[in-house]
């Protein structure tokens, strides 16, 4: 599981950026948040695996770090 920090995150049209530790930048979707409920926020660190989709990178079971 890579680690990162939330870029950017718009709750209206649910979705954003991470930019993970080791660089660059991923495409995170509402939907792939683990936790019911839970907003992204910029500078929110946060657990997730990188997949490659139809868009580019993305991120996916993103899991917010206490």
Request: charged content about 25%; hydrophobic content about 40%.
């Amino acid at each position: 599981m890579a680690q990162g920090t939330v870029k950017w995150f718009d709750p209206d049209r649910r979705f954003g950026f991470i930019t993970p530790d080791s660089g660059g930048h991923v495409l995170a979707h509402a939907m792939e948040v683990t936790v019911p409920d839970v907003v992204l926020l910029a500078d929110q660190r946060v657990e997730f695996d990188i997949v490659r989709g139809r868009l580019g990178t993305q991120a996916h079971r993103i899991t917010p770090i206490s």
